[in-house]
C-alpha cells in the first residue's frame, strides 16, 4: 500500500541543539556536576516536573519553580553551593536563542506536502508562559505553516512515547499505520563535513591522522572500521555534542586524508594503538572514553587492554573482545570459522585492491546496507567461499541501487575519501593477523578493568552476538546492550536507539577524576 502521510519529530530533527545541550552548558558555567540539571528534571520518573510539563500539568513558569526549589534540595544534601546567579531559566532562554530549525528537513516536508503527502510533527512541548514565550508562538507559528498538523503533548495531555499520542497522529492524519511514512527511531540530526572541525595531528615523520571535532567537555573518541569514515558517526557527534561531550571522531590510519604508508607493519594493532596514544598526547587529552566499531571496537578492547590509564570508559558496537589463545595458532583458527574467508582473500597484496577499486561506487554500496527487506539486493553478501568464487563482490549488479543507510552525499563523500587513499591501507589492518596474536599474547592474562559497554547486533552476518559470550569474565565492569534488528552498521542503521545506549551509558559513569597537580621541573 502506498505511503501517504509523514510524521517528523521536532526535538533534535527539526530543531536543535535538544534542551539537554543548554542544560549541560548552565552546568559547566555555573561549575555544577555533570548532570546535576538533568538529575532534577527527571527525579521522579513519570511524576517528574518534566512529564508533567510536557502533559501540561503544570506550565513553564512552574516547571522552573519546581527546578529551583529541586535544585536547592538536592544541592544542600550533596554538599553543592549554587551560585548566587544561578536560575534554572537560563537554560531554556539560551535554547531559544541558539536553537535552530533544520532548514533542509524543512524544505523537504514542503516538498512531500506539494507532492501530496499529509506532513505532520510530533513535539514534547510545554506550556509557555514563561518571559520568553514569544519564541515558543514563534516557533509553532512557523510549524504550522508548513506542515498539516502540529501535535503538541501538553495540549493533547500525552507525551512521546505514550501509544495514545501516536493513535490521535493516525486518526487526525486520517491514515492508517502501513500508510505513515515515519521512522520507528527519527533519524537524529547528522553532521556533514562542512559543519565540524577539522584537524590534522602529525604522529612522526609521513604519518598524521585527520579528525573532525565537535562540542565541549569530557572527551569522546571515536573509531570506524572498514570500509568506512569518520563520517559513519555523523548521527553520533551532534548528539554526544549536545550532551555535553567533546567528540572527536578519527579517520583511522590507512583512509581518507590521514596517511596510508606502504609499510604492513604499520597497520598493525600494536602500531595503531601506539599511535592513538602519540595522537592523545599531541592534543594534550591525558585520557578518553573510546567507543569503537568492527575495526575500531578491535582498536578500543587494545588499548583499554596495553593503555588502560588513557581510557575512562570503553565501547564497542558489534566487535566482541576475546583474550589471545597461545594453543592455537591464529591463522589456523581462523581457516576453521568459514565466515572469515574474505579475510584470506583480503591477504595477496593488490588481489582485493583490484576487485574493490574498480567501481568503489558499486563497492560501497554493495557492501554498506542495512538488513531491512526494503534495502536489500536481490541475493545476501555472503562472505563464505569468497576465494573459490573468485572475489567478494563477485554476482552484484553492476549498478546497484543506492543504500538507504549511505545516500546520495555521503556515498559522494565516501567515494572521494576512497579516490584519495585507495584500499590498501584499509585492507593491511587484515594483514597483519600473527603480529596481532603475538602481541596480544603479551597481555593474555590481563583484565580490562575500566568501565566497558558492549552492543551486540542481532542480524551482523560476520560478528554476531555469540562471538560476545563469557566476555563478563575478562571484563568485569562490563555492560551489554543489544539491537537485535540491526545489521553490521550500526551507527547508521539504528542511530537513534545507538544513541539512547550511549548517552545513558556516558551519563552513569563515574565523574571525571581531578586532573593531578604534578609539580613543574
Known amino acids: 500500500m502506498a505511503r501517504r502521510a509523514v510524521l517528523f519529530d521536532l526535538g533534535g530533527v527539526l530543531f536543535g541543539p535538544g534542551l539537554q545541550h543548554f542544560l549541560g552548558s548552565c552546568e559547566r558555567d555555573c561549575a555544577l556536576p555533570r548532570n546535576f540539571l ?12 518534566y512529564s508533567r510539563a510536557m502533559r501540561g500539568q503544570i506550565t513553564l513558569s512552574q516547571l522552573f519553580s519546581e527546578m529551583e526549589e529541586g535544585c536547592r534540595q538536592h544541592a544542600s544534601t550533596s554538599g553543592i553551593v549554587l551560585p548566587p546567579t544561578f536560575s534554572v531559566s537560563r537554560a531554556f532562554e539560551e535554547m531559544a536563542a541558539k536553537g535552530t530549525v533544520n532548514a533542509p528537513l524543512l524544505q523537504a516536508a514542503r516538498v512531500l506536502r506539494r507532492n501530496g503527502f499529509k506532513t505532520g510533527v510530533l513535539t ?29 503533548s501538553c495540549q493533547l495531555r500525552a507525551q512521546k512515547p505514550d501509544p495514545e499520542i501516536y493513535t490521535y497522529a493516525l486518526d ?56 568506512e569514515s569518520w563520517l559513519s558517526w555523523r548521527y553520533q557527534i551532534p548528539a554526544l555534542a549536545d550532551a555535553g561531550f567533546r567528540v572527536i571522531a578519527l579517520e583511522m590510519k590507512g583512509y581518507g586524508e590521514s596517511t596510508a604508508p606502504p609499510d604492513l607493519e604499520e597497520y598493525s594493532q600494536e602500531r595503531i594503538c601506539k599511535d592513538l596514544a602519540v595522537f592523545l598526547d599531541k592534543l594534550g587529552i591525558p585520557q578518553t572514553v573510546l567507543v569503537g566499531h568492527d575495526w575500531g571496537g578491535a582498536v578500543v578492547w587494545n588499548m583499554a587492554l596495553f593503555y588502560p590509564e588513557r581510557v575512562r570508559a570503553v565501547a564497542s558496537l558489534n566487535t566482541p573482545y576475546r583474550p589471545a589463545d597461545p594453543s592455537v595458532d591464529i591463522v589456523e583458527k581462523m581457516k576453521s570459522y568459514p565466515t572469515f574467508d574474505y579475510q584470506f582473500y583480503f591477504q595477496e597484496p593488490g588481489v582485493a585492491e583490484a576487485e574493490l577499486e574498480k567501481d568503489i561506487g558499486r563497492t560501497l554500496k554493495v557492501l554498506i546496507r542495512s538488513t531491512r ?41 565516501y567515494i572521494q575519501r576512497f579516490e584519495k587513499s585507495g584500499f590498501s591501507g584499509p585492507l593491511n ?93
Open 38 to 49: 538533568q538529575k532534577v528534571l527527571l527525579a521522579g520518573g513519570s511524576d517528574s516536573p
Open 124 to 152: 514534547n512541548n510545554w506550556v509557555d508562559d514563561s518571559a520568553g514565550r514569544l519564541f515558543t508562538a514563534t516557533l509553532m507559528n512557523l510549524l504550522r505553516r508548513h506542515f498539516d498538523l502540529v501535535i503538541e
Open 172 to 227: 487526525a492524519l486520517q491514515a492508517k499505520p502501513q500508510e505513515l511514512l515515519t521512522q520507528e527511531e527519527p533519524l537524529p540530526t547528522a553532521c556533514d563535513p562542512s559543519n565540524v572541525t577539522h584537524g590534522y595531528v602529525p604522529i612522526r615523520p609521513g604519518v598524521q591522522l585527520h579528525f573532525v571535532e565537535m562540542g565541549h567537555g569530557p572527551v569522546v573518541c571515536l573509531c570506524h572500521g572498514f570500509p
Open 373 to 413: 527487506r526494503e534495502d536489500r539486493l536481490p541475493f545476501a553478501l555472503n562472505f563464505h567461499g569468497v576465494r573459490e568464487r573468485g572475489g567478494l563482490l563477485v554476482g552484484f549488479p553492476e549498478n546497484p541501487p543506492a543504500s538507504q543507510i549511505l545516500p546520495g552525499p555521503e556515498l559522494q563523500y
Open 429 to 521: 589492518w587484515y594483514r597483519n593477523m600473527r603480529p596481532n596474536w603475538r602481541w596480544a599474547l603479551s597481555a593474555k592474562d590481563r583484565k580490562i578493568m575500566v568501565p566497558a559497554l558492549m552492543v551486540t547486533a542481532g542480524k551482523d552476518a560476520v560478528l554476531h552476538p555469540s562471538m560476545s559470550k563469557g566476555m563478563e569474565e575478562w571484563i568485569p565492569r562490563l555492560r551489554r546492550e543489544h539491537l537485535e534488528e540491526c545489521g553490521h552498521w550500526t551507527q547508521m542503521e539504528r542511530p537513534a536507539a545507538l544513541n539512547r545506549i550511549l548517552l545513558e551509558w556516558l551519563e552513569g559513569l563515574p565523574p571525571d577524576t581531578p586532573l593531578p597537580k604534578i609539580s613543574r621541573l
